[in-house]
């Protein structure tokens, strides 16, 4: 089952503008990390945050945690055409090599 | 190796077929997960290897569905008699602890 869901569910912006997506989930969790998925295939890991960290940033990404509304956002500043994808939240429980359990997905486009 | 890789990248079968997929992890990585991604869906959990054993396989959705490893290497996803609704993208993962790194997928198609 879904432990997340992202919203929104598509995202159309333009080169050079900011792009925000949230993601709740339900249960308790040790991290919440975020995926970029190209052309419905492989993913990459962007970026982990864990439990008891509140903000965390990497380059153009900025990443918020909201531990008493079991809600996440990410933010992707100045976009690039090349941003396009589909970007998921996922959260682990444990902490331990322990399974993910991904929201259902904000499809991002990114126009000149 | 360099990543996690997977074969076949792509899969057309016909219904009642058994089809194998195959996953080779990083080198080093114990855990070992499977994933199923259908069309514009997210990522559904299959099952979990840490080592060859697998403490979880509470998201194989049908007994037609069995995975297997050996040690910490080489895992295959079966799947017997396919179904169309078994139609997806099959994703392997690898870690050696919070960080999870997938492979590119097979695409599996039954006709």
């Known amino acids: 089952s879904q432990q997340g869901e992202e919203d929104p569910q598509a995202l159309s912006i333009q080169e050079g503008e900011n792009a925000t997506m949230n993601c709740s989930y339900k249960t308790s969790i040790n991290n919440l990390q975020w995926y970029r998925q190209n052309s419905g295939r492989g993913l990459v890991h962007l970026i982990l945050?864990?439990?008891?960290?509140r903000e965390k940033h990497s380059g153009r990404l900025r990443v918020t945690l909201d531990t008493s509304k079991k809600s996440s956002s990410l933010l992707i500043t100045a976009s690039r055409a090349a941003d396009t994808a589909s970007y998921f939240c996922?959260?682990?429980?444990?902490?331990?090599?322990?399974?993910?359990?991904f929201g259902t997905g904000t499809r991002l486009q990114v126009t000149l | 190796g360099a990543g996690v890789s997977q074969s076949p990248s792509n899969k057309v079968t016909e219904k009642g077929k058994d089809v194998e997929l195959r996953c080779d992890p990083i080198s080093g990585h114990t855990a070992l997960y499977w994933y199923r991604q259908r069309l514009g869906q997210g990522l559904e959990f299959l099952i979990y290897f840490q080592g060859n054993s697998a403490p979880d396989k509470s998201g194989l959705p049908s007994d037609r569905f069995s995975a297997e490893r050996t040690g910490e290497s080489v895992s295959t996803l079966t799947i017997q008699r396919t179904q169309q609704e078994d139609s997806a993208v099959y994703l392997c993962a690898s870690s050696s602890g919070g960080v999870k790194f997938f492979g590119p997928g097979t695409r599996l198609t039954v006709l």
């Open positions: 996922a959260t682990d429980a444990s902490g331990t090599a322990s399974k993910l359990t």
């Open positions: 945050i864990r439990s008891n960290e």
